[in-house]
């Protein structure tokens, strides 16, 4: 394992990031429990929470790839492919208006990322 614990970092860093929004923005509009019905702050809450969601599951899945293959290179591209989905996703969720371009194209890279762990895991696990 010495691909996807840098991803992985990576990764954690934008979580961080994402979290003191969320808190900075509950600061600001005074709302200590939930969303308190304001737009911001749910916003701010679901770009956390849909991080929060997706990416465990993602990393766990490079996590099987790597060690169970031997392609470095396919590793690369699934780390790669879920932090630039997650980036994506966050700024394409924070705008006001919001952009859905970069909102789909980075839900489109992490559900590409996930099917396609899975997929060479099955294939591995099925095909001696």
Not at 21 to 49: C, E, F, N, Q
Not at 65 to 91: K, Y
Not at 105 to 117: E, R
Request: with cysteine; charged share 10%.
């Amino acid at each position: 394992m010495t691909i996807l614990p840098v991803y992985a970092a990576l990764l954690a860093l934008l979580f961080v990031l994402l979290s003191i929004r969320t808190i900075r923005t509950r600061h600001s509009r005074k709302v200590a429990l939930g969303h308190g019905d304001d737009p911001a702050m749910l916003r701010a809450m679901r770009v956390h929470a849909n991080f929060a969601e997706y990416v465990p599951l993602a990393l766990l899945l490079i996590y099987f790839v790597e060690a169970s293959s031997q392609t470095p290179w396919l590793v690369h591209l699934l780390g790669s492919a879920l932090l630039l989905g997650r980036v994506c996703h966050a700024f394409g969720m924070s705008r006001t208006p919001e952009n859905f371009r970069y909102r789909v194209a980075g839900m489109g890279l992490t559900f590409a990322v996930i099917l396609m762990s899975a997929a060479h895991i099955l294939i591995t696990a099925l095909l001696p």
